[in-house]
């Protein structure tokens, strides 16, 4: 039986020592403010179950940041004294409070210290008080968080609201919001509130709507209700002519399933792409490019390049709900046109290039011809003896084609045939020269002449042998001819050979004092031809093939 007695006991008591909630508390008063209700609790509780009964009812202990806060708490109280806890804790960083600061270190529920507003009551730094209160004169005061207060204040927040209903002659209505206040002032009601009109024996309820989610009152039974209520819930005229209330749209709208919503004739429609309303119906209609398929609110797609003509200027190619206009290989599509594609764009050309059919053709500026090791690559090249050089912007570095020298302002030919690069004939051009050999003789190596082999002496030559390119075929004698024939042996002087060896030295000196004349003006070695242009004709551009 003690034990009994000690279980019920226990029962009846909540922490600390306080009652057990028995169900919903239910609030002294509210006062609801557009989308923010706030309600008053008159029980003496600690912080801790005081922040737990105001969560039960989906809100949270008080916030005031502004005046409109305070405002409605001095409506909620009435006068009435006691003490209330406001949500505001100390931060748990602290020990004591710290005056200097707007919160005293004191931080909302909501776990931010934003606001506008305080009203502290004098007081330097506390500790042990970690919690706070407000009293009749709207005074704030730390207090410790386990000692019950008179009661509690509470804050609930909701994205939207109902209006309250238009006051009806003989009509008293009464309204209960979802946490539980029943009386107090209301401008706005948050949603899952009832209003009880026992006259009618109707009860509403603020709930979203079936469409656009807007809170409105209405009840599961379709169609209106008396008309002086709240024009009966409908949206557009509420009627009686029949004796019932009944609800009619404008013209565009059509009533909803529920009997008071007005909606578009296209709400809920079919229609895979538009609807547009046509009096009291809709039609459905398709983008672009689509037809009305005949179920008449599906789409289907239109081929654009089937149904019309000229669309494209080559190829046309149909995508959903339009087309695309594409070109044959070897062009491509440059502002709605097909254009030849060019080659050029990707040539490795150096200064022109050209397109010809299948590829293109590199090309050189004035002054330059085509390299004929690297066709891609230009070079100086002169056709005169004489050609002015290429300098630099300061006229300080000047250039000469290969086979000429920079003379004061000009580039001079070299006349190589006067340095006896050839072994026998010898024709010099501007920037190059040629060698040639008699009858019988084949050059080698661009200089040299040799006899031509017995086995291919059969083959008849007439006057010298040009190099790549063959005599024409007529009788050659039996017997070698030089151009020049060699000197006869016979006895010479004493006094002849001094001078023929006096002269030699001469000679000798002469091309040494040439050869250094030549290396000061940046002439080459002749060790080598193939550096030479071969002439006029050699200045045609190159022919690059690309693949197609």
Known sequence: LLLLLLLLLGMGLGEAGEPAELGPLAPSGAQCLQHTCFAVFWASRSFAAASAACERGGGHLMTVRSTVAEEAIALLLQNRG?????GLSLSPSLSCTEPARRLRGFRWVTEDVRTDYTNWAPSGPRCGERCVTVSRELRWEERRCEDPTDGFLC????GSSCPVLPPAQGLPVSYTTPFGARVGEFLALPPRSVVSVPALGLELRCDEDGEGGRLRWGRATPGAWPCRLGSGGCDGTCSEDTGRPRCSCPDGSVLGPDGRECRSPCAG???QH??????????CMCDTGYNLAADGSSCEDKDDCATESGLCEQLCVNTMGGFECRCFPGYRLVDGRCQLESHCYKAPCKQLCEDVPGGYRCGCYDGYAVDPLDPTQCRLHCNDSQCPPLCDEYGTDCKCPEGFVLDDDTCVDINECDMDYCEHNC???????????PAGYQLVRD???TPIPKQDAEVPYSGDFESQTPAPQTPVPQTPVPSRSPPKPEQLHPGALVGIAVGALLTA???MALGYHLAKKRCRPPATMDYKCGGPHEKE????????
């Open 509 to 511: 000196l002469a091309l």
């Open 541 to 548: 551009l190159g022919l690059q093939p690309v693949a197609s």
């Open 269 to 271: 429609a079919p229609c």
């Open 427 to 437: 024709t010099n051009h501007p920037g190059r020269f040629e060698c040639h050999c």
């Open 155 to 158: 804050e609930y927040n909701y």
């Open 447 to 449: 200089i040299e002449c």
């Open 82 to 86: 006691g003490r209330l806890w406001l």
């Open 274 to 283: 538009h609807c547009v309303v046509s009096g009291s119906s809709f039609v």
